[in-house]
């Protein structure tokens, strides 16, 4: 088992998400290394302390052998494209060529799961995804977890994520908050705080080939969710709108062409996790604060 500082986290993709256990593991002594589209970005990065490389999906990383090297732990949140998942696509013998790896996550999405007409799923359920981008989701979680690798693989399956920056507070304070209402329709969230929590009990307890839903326990009505945010922020909701009279676009509707409820139990069971935010009222609360 490596020392805390031999242990270094290596993320495609250094988004929102991977920065949230990247602080965290960093202030433990991990080293930690990823890859940007933009140049501002690697700045503001590397101010931080961290390794940043630039890596876009259309091409290869500038010297991945040398880059990767000593890599213990790898996360990719990099989205599929029309040609495949771009991390492997570029890199997979890359990674399968590191003999440090012991740990490897992959941030997929519960659109993989498809339509449930407001029905449960599980990490059990079958895929049935309704949409091209939950179909490519497929085709990576497949590639990932067929990597020729002694690395343990996991699956992360993540539902709509929000916390600082990035949540209903912050649309109604921008004026673009709408209520829209498709009757039955509810969404499944999770607070990037409660990410990084399922991320490090992964790390600390790996199990091979092991696939996890990463959502809060209540999925809940997304025209409800404004409503609490603006009265949090003591402001009048917006009035409600039907989905069919919304006049949105084909990417917002697609959005609205899935309604299920995801099922958390195997986080809290498995891996012992304790939700900080365990609803989406108390997330908001807690941004507020």
């Given at each position: ?16 998400s ?16 990823g ?23 259309d ?25 495949g ?11 399968e ?20 007409q ?38 992360f ?6 916390g ?20 039955g329709?509810?969404?499944?969230r ?13 790390i ?19 025209q ?12 009048e ?12 676009s084909d ?14 139990r195997r ?7 304790v939700?900080?935010?365990?609803n989406?009222r108390?997330?908001?609360?807690g941004?507020?604060?």
């Amino acid at each position: 088992m490596a020392s805390m500082k031999d242990r270094r986290l290596f993320c495609f993709g250094f988004g929102y998400s991977a920065r949230a256990v990247a602080k965290i593991l960093q202030e433990e002594g991990w080293k930690i290394a990823g890859t940007v589209r933009s140049d501002t970005d690697a700045r503001s990065l590397e101010l931080l302390g961290y390794e940043i490389f630039r890596f876009n999906g259309d091409g290869l990383m500038t010297s991945a052998h040398t880059t990767l090297a000593g890599t213990t732990h790898l996360l990719s949140s990099v989205p599929p494209n029309a040609g495949g998942d771009p991390v492997l696509g570029h890199h997979a013998a890359d990674i399968e060529a590191l003999q440090s790896l012991t740990w490897i996550g992959y941030l997929s999405t519960t659109g993989v799961y498809g339509d449930r007409q407001g029905g449960w799923v599980d990490e059990s359920s079958p895929l049935n995804p309704t949409g091209e981008r939950g179909h490519r989701r497929v085709t990576s979680e497949n590639e990932w977890n067929n990597l020729r690798t002694d690395a343990a693989v996991h699956l992360f399956r993540l539902a709509g994520i929000y916390g600082p920056g990035r949540s209903a507070l912050d649309t109604v304070r921008s004026g673009r908050a709408r209520r829209i209402v498709k009757p039955g329709q509810v969404f499944s969230r999770i607070h990037v705080d409660d990410i990084a929590q399922v991320l490090l009990a992964s790390i600390s307890r790996p199990d091979p080939n092991a696939i996890y839903n990463v959502c809060d326990a209540e999925a809940a009505p997304p025209q409800d969710v404004i409503a609490y945010a603006c009265d949090l922020l003591g402001v009048e909701a917006p009035p409600e709108i039907d989905f069919e009279e919304a006049a949105l676009s084909d990417m917002a509707k697609s959005f609205y062409r899935d309604n299920k409820r995801v099922s958390n139990r195997r986080i809290l069971n498995e891996l012992g996790v304790v939700l900080k935010w365990p609803n989406y009222r108390a997330g908001l609360e807690g941004l507020i604060e």
